[in-house]
């Protein structure tokens, strides 16, 4: 009894409210299905143009990240260099193991009794003679300079293409071999050859001039021996005249002279 | 046109703005952004010199900045045709041992023509340049500013044109 008289207290107060709560509740109902109709709709539309929305973002982000956060960048790619550089020696020493194959394949022909005797007349070992042929690669002189040793000026140069302004290498050059001379004191030896990547620089010092090459390729104690002989030949022949008389024109066309040949035999 | 490569080297306290006057020379640029040289920068620009027919390569030899010109590698000095000696006016210790300097770089280099250049004079009052030149006791031949480009070209043509003699 007390129940009933309740329940009808409570829906003659809450009457409008669960009236507002069930139309609420219908609400919810409606949109909730009108939304799983649409969805579909705006899923294929978003993945329409949000290529072309973000894209231009994207790019200036990445951009801008490249340009600020270069080290970052490098650290992450270093390794992956590393894995590259490695897989490319492990090419090339499969290449020279095929090359000494083929070489020892042939240990009864002529040419390899030839070798042998040429190991013997040189003094060095047959493996050494066939290491040092299967290596062999091209050595190429892509620049040589002439220069004064006090003042750094060039005054003779010889070039197969233009790697950058000759009158500052040969200042830096000066520089360098000035401040490695200055810091080991050293009055009676001399820097004579420099290493960078994939070239070499051979110097030859003559009196009042240095001679440097720069060279392209394998560039063994033979190679750097005989191109520091010609240098001293040039020099002898070329520079041992008052300052007045040489001019940069002829110098560099003798320097072409020889340097043509050698590179045309070396091909 | 007769052409002749000439080495110049730059020399003077560390600050004084030796960079920024090769920088201002060579590139037309200048930056408020203090580097210190390490060893030497080396650069190059060409100059015509009308009156005498030729035109000058001037290799500059931007040497690092030293309280004492005597703790330069002398084989910088070495072969140069010419020396440019800069200060800085609006700091004295800069000009403090001048002569002693002068005398050490005559002693290297007896032929070469030096060019003292005091710089930064776009900080200074016509009054403080007075006084700067009553306390630096030396003829000074240029007053520069690598920040406003003001004489740095006509101290460049000038050695080039003492250099060729």
Not at chain 1, 162 to 179: H, S, V
Not at chain 1, 222 to 228: E, G, R, T
Request: a neutral charge; aromatic letters at 8%; one cysteine or more.
């Amino acid at each position: 009894m007390q129940d009933q008289l309740m329940l009808k207290i409570k829906d003659l107060l809450l009457a409008d409210e669960m009236k507002k709560t069930r139309a609420l509740e219908e609400e919810i109902k409606r949109l909730k299905q009108e939304l799983e109709t649409l969805q579909p709709k705006i899923i294929s539309k978003v993945e329409q143009n949000i290529a072309e929305i973000s894209q231009p973002i994207i790019e200036t982000k990445v951009k801008r990240e490249l340009r600020e956060s270069t080290d970052t960048l490098i650290e992450a790619i270093y390794p992956l260099l590393g894995k590259l550089i490695k897989k490319y020696i492990q090419v090339e020493l499969e290449k020279l193991a095929d090359s000494i194959d083929k070489q020892l394949d042939r240990t009864f022909s002529l040419e390899n009794i030839k070798k042998q005797l040429i190991a013997l007349w040189e003094g060095v070992s047959y493996k050494q003679i066939v290491l040092r042929e299967a290596a062999v690669q091209r050595v190429e002189v892509q620049e040589v300079y002439i220069i004064e040793q006090e003042s750094g000026i060039l005054v003779g140069k010889y070039s197969v293409g233009k790697i950058i302004d000759q009158d500052l290498i040969a200042g830096m050059l000066t520089a360098i071999k000035a401040f490695i001379e200055d810091a080991f004191n050293q009055k009676t030896g001399s820097l004579d050859m420099i290493e960078y990547g994939t070239f070499k620089i051979i110097i030859q010092n003559s009196y009042k001039f240095y001679l440097a090459a720069v060279v392209a390729g394998t560039v063994d104690s033979k190679v750097k021996a005989d191109l520091l002989d010609i240098l001293l030949n040039f020099a002898s022949k070329h520079l041992a005249k008052p300052r007045e008389e040489l001019t940069e024109e002829h110098l560099s066309k003798e320097l072409a002279k020889i340097f043509n040949q050698y590179n045309e035999k070396n091909k | 046109m007769q052409q002749v490569s000439k080495k110049v080297i730059l020399i003077g306290n560390f600050g004084v703005g030796k960079t920024s006057l090769v920088r201002r020379f060579v590139y037309q640029k200048f930056s408020e952004e203090y580097l210190t040289t390490l060893g030497v920068k080396i650069d190059k620009k060409s100059v015509e010199i009308k009156e005498k027919n030729t035109i000058a390569n001037l290799i500059i030899w931007d040497i690092a900045g030293e309280v004492s010109q005597t703790q330069v590698p002398q084989s910088y000095y070495l072969g140069s045709h010419g020396v440019i000696y800069v200060l800085d006016i609006t700091r004295p210790s800069t000009y403090t041992r001048i002569q002693e300097d002068l005398d050490y770089v005559k002693r290297l280099l007896p032929k070469a023509p030096i060019c003292i250049v005091g710089n930064k004079v776009d900080l200074v009052s016509a009054q403080d340049i007075e006084k700067f030149k009553s306390s630096v006791m030396i003829p000074v031949h240029f007053l520069t500013s690598a920040k406003d480009g003001s004489n740095v070209e006509s101290m460049f043509l000038w050695i080039a044109s003492q250099m060729i003699g």
